[in-house]
């Protein structure tokens, strides 16, 4: 049987996100799915720690929350995820 996490992706859409708990998140998630894409919403420059299976896209201003998951799951699926969390 495969791991089913080479098959999960995860979105992550912060607006004014506390750092520290943005990284707890990603820990926690970052061993359970292929990649975690982190979409910021308009936040001021957001700093999180370099992660392997982290990606980052800033939208520049907050377009809302459903546009902001929309983006993340776009890049999921063009990098080829079959499910997204």
Known sequence: MQDCKLFVDAV????????ADLSRTI??????VRSVY???NGS????????????QDSL????????????GIHKALSAGV???L
């Open 27 to 32: 820990s926690s998630l970052s061993g359970q």
């Open 60 to 71: 520049g201003r907050n377009y809302g929350i459903a546009y902001a998951e929309n983006v």
């Open 12 to 19: 992550i859409v912060v607006y004014k996100a506390d750092c």
């Open 44 to 55: 001021e420059s957001l700093v999180v720690e370099n992660w392997r299976n982290v990606y």
């Open 82 to 84: 079959i499910r997204h």
């Open 38 to 40: 982190l979409i910021n």
